[in-house]
């Protein structure tokens, strides 16, 4: 991820130079924007791999401009990552229906930071998905679309998989639906929310006889959240 350049779209001065300092510090290339007539410059100029976008804003608000980002055809595939006070659920959920690719509520650390960003690159950029990834015992392989769990092999049904690779790839997180049906089915494709029900009641029978069927949690009144946490 080192050289990769970042646009820091941020009213306060302060909070700017932080993150331009923690930011290369961390190896990356760093563009600053006060605001979004500022950040429209700085795209056109040079694109960056990852936007850190501030949810408050004078004038049109981070909100408003990830919008346009994820609308325009130039800019819908440019990594967003909201940086936001704004800590309720339902800020995050609507942050994520958006488009944005993270949400990172303020105060926060900055090797998490880091990290999410690295997540998210990892995630958004061709050929950037890592070829596995596990969590307790679980171990999913995209190269060979494999699905192991404490070595033993799991059978799933190709949508099953899908839907395993996207949970455990963005684990502890609340996802609706529609977050769901867009991140596993696609956009353009139309399928009822409840498939969705459907296919984590054939996911979860296929990871209970493994003891994995508790990691896919129903949360009342949003959606489904993958955790090793009870």
């Known amino acids: ?3 990769k350049k970042i646009l820091v779209i941020e009213d306060e001065a302060s909070i700017r130079d932080m993150l331009r300092f923690a930011l290369e510090r961390g190896d990356f290339r760093v563009s600053v924007a006060q605001d979004v007539p500022s950040a429209r410059l700085r795209i056109a100029e040079e694109r960056p791999d990852l936007i850190l976008l501030d949810w408050m804003m004078p004038g049109v608000s981070g909100v408003e401009y990830a919008r346009e980002l994820k609308s325009a055809a130039q800019t819908k595939d440019l990594p967003v990552i909201m940086v936001t006070a704004r800590a309720e659920e339902e800020d995050k959920i609507r942050g994520l229906n958006i488009g944005c690719d993270d949400y ?3 105060p926060f650390s900055f090797p998490e930071l880091i990290a999410r960003i690295n ?3 990892r995630r958004t950029m061709p050929g950037g998905e890592e070829e596995r990834l596990a969590i307790g015992g679980l171990q999913v392989d995209a190269a060979s679309q494999r699905v192991t769990a404490k070595g033993e092999p799991v059978k799933l049904g190709p949508t099953e998989y899908r839907l395993l690779h996207f949970f455990i790839s963005h ?8 977050q769901v049906l867009d991140r596993v089915w696609g956009q353009s494709v139309y399928v009822e929310e409840r498939t969705v029900d459907v296919h984590i009641r054939r996911l979860r029978k296929a990871l209970e006889p493994h ?4 990691m896919i949690q129903t ?6 959240r993958f955790s090793e946490q009870a």
């Open 211 to 214: 003891g994995y069927d508790g």
């Open 219 to 224: 949360v009342r009144g949003t959606g489904y």
């Open 119 to 121: 997540a998210v690159m």
């Open 1 to 3: 991820m080192q050289n």
């Open 104 to 106: 990172v509520s303020k």
């Open 171 to 178: 684990p502890e997180r609340v996802y609706t639906r529609e």
